[in-house]
């Protein structure tokens, strides 16, 4: 067996009403298969699309669901007719408190 090396993980905790909003994300079957995509490589909306051979639009909705959880990151760059929408993961660790953290 071949090990990994071990990178430091990007992690993010949640708590509160914020849990069934992740939950819920992470329900979405497109949302979740986006997300393994993202775990490989950086992709934009249309690559993404064609993988999951779903529609930009709606790929797009699912994306900007996800970047306003802070589970992916979006940037842009200039594509062959206009802006490209690159993604890529930004956690690869999700930690759920059932109890309220006190500082």
Do not use: W
Not at 32 to 41: S, T
Not at 77 to 94: F, Q, S
């Amino acid at each position: 067996m071949v090990e990994r090396a071990r990178l430091p993980l990007n992690e993010i905790c949640v708590e509160g009403e914020e849990i069934l909003k992740i939950a819920q994300v992470l329900a979405s079957k497109t949302s979740f298969k986006i997300l393994q995509l993202l775990a490989n490589e950086k992709l934009d909306v249309t690559e993404i699309a064609l993988r999951l051979d779903l529609s930009e639009a709606h790929i797009s909705k699912e994306v900007r669901n996800l970047e306003d959880l802070n589970l992916i990151k979006v940037s842009y760059a200039p594509g062959k007719r206009g802006i490209r929408k690159i993604c890529e993961l930004k956690v690869d660790k999700i930690i759920l408190f059932l109890k309220k953290i006190t500082n």
